[in-house]
């Protein structure tokens, strides 16, 4: 049980590439959620979705797009690469109990912007 | 939207000795309240979880306490221990469905001198 992949897990991008994140669970969890890590700001919400083909925004949604195609991928894209975009990436999932479960984070992906 | 404070930033403690993290939210219809722990260059990982049913939670020298009234909830370690440094961060959300998303304190640093 890989529980929950981040692909990759290290990547460096020039200002203005494009680039997708890979988020796979293998958990059946409706949920899903990208958030940033960033020194001192925490953990926050770029965009999350609560079922396959539904996504909605967050608490930082600009500059990123997400799909949801399948149950078991989320997928964060960056069209146009900025500085600001650098940081620590993570995926997470959860069941929908009708009630708050556990999040399962992935291992992150260290994105570099130059 | 939800707003998770999160307090102190940092903490740091003398092995043996008891920490306390609390954190205040804004929204009433939040109702599950989980701590991560996140030791460095690691995913975040729960390490308890309490709902507004209930007033507190324990499990071993972990206890968790609520307080809807006042919307805060604190983290309590006793006998802390070397290995419990780590950032931890605590987090809120409403029931599942649509509304449901986990909203994160900004963490706070654990240091635990031997």
């Known amino acids: 049980n890989a529980g929950v992949t981040q692909t990759p897990k290290f990547r460096v991008l020039k200002t203005g590439q494009s680039m997708t994140l890979l988020c796979a669970q293998d958990m059946n969890h409706e949920y899903m959620y990208w958030y940033r890590q960033d020194p001192g700001m925490g953990l926050r919400l770029i965009h999350y979705s609560v079922g396959e083909g539904t996504t909605a925004k967050g608490e930082v949604p600009d500059g990123y797009n997400v799909s949801r195609l399948k149950k078991q991928n989320f997928l964060l894209g960056l069209e146009s690469a900025a500085p600001s975009q650098t940081s620590v990436y993570f995926c997470a999932s959860s069941l929908d109990r009708g009630w708050g479960t556990e999040a399962f984070f992935g291992q992150g992906t260290r994105l570099t912007v130059v | 939207g939800e707003n998770v404070e999160q307090h102190p930033s940092t903490l740091s403690v003398q092995e043996g000795d008891s920490a306390v993290i609390k954190c205040t939210y804004s929204?009433?219809?939040?109702?599950?309240f989980p701590w991560y722990k996140q030791e460095l260059g690691k995913r975040p990982q729960l390490i308890i979880d309490?709902?507004?049913?209930?007033g507190e939670k324990k499990d071993q020298r972990i206890a968790v306490t609520l307080n809807k009234t006042a919307k805060h909830f604190s983290l309590h370690i006793t006998e802390t221990q070397p290995e419990d440094s780590a950032v931890y961060f605590c987090a809120a959300s409403p029931s599942g469905g649509s509304n449901y998303k986990l909203t994160f304190g900004k963490g706070t640093l654990l240091t635990v001198n031997p």
């Open positions: 929204d009433s219809a939040s109702n599950y």
């Open positions: 309490i709902r507004s049913n209930v």
